[in-house]
């Protein structure tokens, strides 16, 4: 069974940055494509960034790129979400997700194991 575990979650004023980090284990790491989702209160789960097996490719929202960087460790089993220029609107709880051989697909159905999530609040 593979288990997700993110951190790295806060209260941030806007303008301000948080480094997100989710750990796996329980199976190979780098056979898992990686995905960051996001969900505020009363809307959807949304797709923020996804990286392939191996980190060499990158796919973010139109509405994280330039502020966004995710990439990932293999040697630790970890990967990460540097977020900066926070606003607002990034408010909301932000899941790792796990793909299977895949690619890094931006549709949540495509993704075999999810975290608990870890919550960030940008304040005004």
């Known amino acids: 069974q593979v288990q997700l575990v993110e951190s790295g979650g806060g209260l941030v004023q806007a303008g301000g940055s948080l480094r997100l980090s989710c750990t796996v284990s329980?199976?190979?790491?780098?056979?898992?494509?990686m995905g960051w989702f996001r969900q505020a209160p009363g809307k959807e789960r949304e797709f923020v960034a996804a990286?392939?097996?191996?980190?060499?490719?990158?796919y973010y929202a139109d509405f994280v790129k330039g502020r966004f960087t995710i990439s990932r460790d293999n040697a630790k089993d970890t990967m990460y979400l540097q977020m900066n220029s926070l606003t607002p609107e990034d408010t909301a709880r932000y899941y790792c997700?796990?793909?299977?051989w895949g690619w890094g697909s931006s549709a949540k159905g495509d993704y075999d194991y999810w975290g608990q999530g870890t919550q960030v609040t940008v304040s005004s």
């Open positions: 997700a796990a793909n299977l």
């Open positions: 329980g199976r190979t790491f780098s056979r898992y494509a």
């Open positions: 990286v392939s097996r191996s980190g060499d490719n990158t």
